[in-house]
């Protein structure tokens, strides 16, 4: 796991094992890296979240995003602030085939305004090809 000076991985730690929905937690999402307004999540491919075509449902993947979306946020505040997300969009690019290996997904914050705050995330299969493509807004609230 590596982070950048200045960026306090304890919020984030805490966000991935107390915060979350149980369901959310269940994914078991590993913190790799961290930068200010910028996180890179490992997503295991479980067998629970992989449907009958054989690949990573698309559930996944955007609840990864979501959550990826929240820890850069957290990076870049320093700390937890109570937030919701307004919008996801997900654009789903190419399949992650079942037992391909963890996927990556990259969040980072694009704008952190006063109420909302303006992000993307990128999901990539453990191959390194982009599978995924989210934008968000959060409301800080």
């Known amino acids: ?12 730690h805490d966000t991935l094992a ?6 959310v937690r269940e994914l078991d999402l590993q913190l790799l890296a961290a930068t200010a307004g910028e996180v890179t999540l490992a997503l295991p491919l479980a067998d629970k979240h992989v449907h009958a075509g054989g690949v990573l449902c698309g559930q ?18 320093g700390h937890f602030r109570p937030m919701t997300t307004v919008q996801l969009q997900t654009s789903f690019l190419r399949p992650v085939p079942a037992g391909s290996g ?4 990259v969040g980072r914050v694009l704008r952190l305004g006063k109420n909302l705050v303006y992000g993307e995330v990128e999901l990539f299969s453990a191959s390194g ?13």
Not at 1 to 12: E, I, N, Q
């Open 1 to 12: 796991m590596t982070a950048s000076p200045g960026v306090d991985l304890a919020p984030l």
């Open 60 to 77: 996944t993947m955007m609840a990864a995003a979501d959550t990826a979306m929240l820890l850069a946020i957290i990076s870049r505040l």
């Open 18 to 23: 107390n915060l979350l929905a149980p369901w």
């Open 129 to 141: 090809q982009l599978a995924a493509h989210s934008t968000s807004t959060y409301a800080l609230i």
């Open 102 to 105: 963890p996927a990556k997904v």
